[in-house]
């Protein structure tokens, strides 16, 4: 396939148990989906001269090590981005052309992944935003060139991650944000440009959190709002924050059990 150039509809490489290595480095053009699934000894992909695309899943491939769209910048509206359940791939350094998601992007149990740095271009997602499940992750600075979010942003049980401090750009979730069910994350400084979320918030069951003055300058949340469970917290700066903040639904705020100064 080293020389197919464009195809018409989907591109779909599935449960080939014996394939190593997928090279579509001459395509430029694809009319669908691209998924790349279940490819027990695939090893690395690549397509560099694909500018753009529309919905593309690369999940469940067990040795996928290394991927590569060094074109890509773009995906189409109404298009999905995932990433997932590859266990030993430890970067997304390939994707580091892309700018613009227009719909959802999804970046979940990849069990070896440190960093997301490849997304350091990335400015605009027109839909939602997850990183979930990534049991090694530790930051996420590659999502530092982020300021448009269309709906909504959900960070849950990346056991490893230590830092948000790459979401400091992003001032408005016009939807849900959700960050939980994280072991070590200290604080939530990287939210320290948000003023509004549209929709749920929700910070709970972070085991150390311990400092959410990261939330100071939110000023408006259009639905419930939730500060529960997160141990090493004072219950009192939670209490700070939802004094400050306009809900438009209910509150919850409970189990933050931790000394206040």
């Given at each position: 396939?080293?020389?197919?150039?464009?195809v018409?509809?989907e591109?779909?490489?599935q449960?080939?148990?014996?394939?190593?290595s997928?090279?579509?480095?001459a395509l430029?053009h694809?009319?669908?989906?691209?998924?790349?699934?279940g490819?027990?000894?695939?090893?690395?992909l690549s397509a560099d001269?694909?500018?753009?695309?529309?919905?593309?899943?690369i999940?469940?491939n067990?040795?996928?090590?290394a991927?590569?769209?060094?074109?890509l910048t773009?995906?189409?509206?109404e298009?999905?981005l995932?990433?997932?359940?590859?266990?030993?791939?430890?970067n997304?350094?390939?994707?580091?052309s892309l700018?613009?998601?227009?719909?959802?992007?999804?970046?979940a149990a990849?069990?070896?992944?440190t960093?997301?740095?490849g997304?350091a271009?990335?400015?605009?997602?027109g839909?939602?935003?997850?990183?979930?499940?990534?049991?090694?992750?530790?930051?996420?600075?590659?999502?530092?060139?982020?300021t448009?979010?269309?709906?909504?942003?959900?960070?849950s049980?990346?056991?490893?991650?230590i830092?948000?401090?790459?979401?400091?750009?992003?001032?408005?979730?016009?939807?849900?944000?959700?960050?939980?069910?994280?072991a070590?994350?200290?604080?939530?400084?990287?939210?320290?440009?948000?003023t509004t979320?549209?929709?749920?918030?929700?910070?709970?069951?972070?085991?150390?959190l311990?400092?959410?003055d990261?939330?100071?300058?939110?000023t408006?949340v259009?639905a419930?709002l939730?500060?529960?469970?997160?141990?090493?917290?004072c219950q009192e700066?939670a209490d700070?924050i939802?004094?400050?903040?306009?809900v438009?639904?209910?509150v919850?705020?409970?189990g933050?059990?931790?000394?206040?100064?």
């Open positions: 396939l080293e020389a197919l150039a464009s018409g509809g591109v779909g490489v449960s080939n148990y014996a394939l190593t997928l090279e579509l480095n430029t694809v009319g669908s989906t691209i998924e790349v699934e490819n027990e000894s695939l090893t690395s001269s694909l500018p753009s695309c529309h919905s593309m899943y999940r469940s067990e040795t996928l090590a991927l590569s769209f060094e074109s773009t995906t189409s509206e298009s999905h995932r990433i997932s359940s590859n266990p030993v791939l430890t997304i350094d390939g994707l580091s700018t613009t998601v227009h719909d959802t992007l999804t970046v990849n069990l070896a992944l960093n997301i740095d997304l271009s990335l400015s605009s997602v839909e939602l935003l997850q990183v979930s499940n990534n049991a090694n992750l530790v930051n996420l600075d590659g999502l530092s060139g982020l448009t979010l269309g709906d909504s942003l959900y960070i049980d990346n056991n490893d991650l830092s948000i401090d790459g979401l400091s750009n992003i001032t408005e979730v016009p939807g849900a944000l959700t960050i939980t069910e994280h070590r994350l200290p604080n939530v400084d990287g939210l320290s440009s948000l979320v549209g929709d749920d918030l929700r910070i709970s069951d972070n085991l150390v311990s400092d959410i990261g939330l100071s300058s939110l408006s259009g419930d939730s500060i529960d469970t997160n141990a090493a917290l700066s700070a939802i004094a400050a903040c306009e438009g639904d209910e919850h705020s409970y933050n059990f931790g000394s206040c100064p």
